[in-house]
Structures are given as C-alpha cells and as structure tokens.
C-alpha cells in the first residue's frame, strides 16, 4: 500500500495542491470562487467547485482497514 492510494490532500489553493502533487500524493483544489489557475510545475488531480464533489472522487478508492482481531494489520487491506 501507497501513501498516494491511502491519503488524499486537499486544498483551496493551488501552491497548496502542487506540493502535495509534487510529494506523490492524491491532491484536490477546491476552487469555490473560480480562481484562475496558477502557472506551476504540477496540478492537482483534479479540480473542484464543493465540497460535495470530494466523496464521489474517492468512492472508487475505498480501503477497508480490518481490525487485527479480524485478521487484519499492518499492511493488510482489502479494497472495495
């Protein structure tokens, strides 16, 4: 398991999403005001206009974390 498949980074400005794009990580831009978008190096996976869009992007990307008296653990996830 990734950092990128299990954290999801999300910010209202785009300095804030490149660095999290730069990382290697999931990054959201939450563009409420329509913003234009920064001249940068790296852009966000995607763009948003609400919050209500957030859990649809994640939906397909859900793990399930068990607990270790389940058979679960460290590094032991089933995905939906």
Not at 2 to 18: D, V, W
């Given at each position: ?17 490149y ?12 563009n ?16 948003i ?32």
């Amino acid at each position: 398991m990734t950092i990128r498949c299990t954290i999801a980074f999300l910010s209202s400005n785009g300095k804030g999403a490149y660095a999290a794009a730069a990382f290697g990580m999931r990054a959201f831009r939450c563009n409420r005001y329509n913003q234009l978008k920064e001249r940068l190096p790296w852009n966000p996976e995607r763009e948003i206009r609400s919050l209500a869009e957030l859990p649809g992007l994640l939906e397909h990307d859900r793990i399930i974390h068990r607990h270790p008296r389940d058979g679960g653990g460290p590094g032991r996830a089933t995905e939906r």
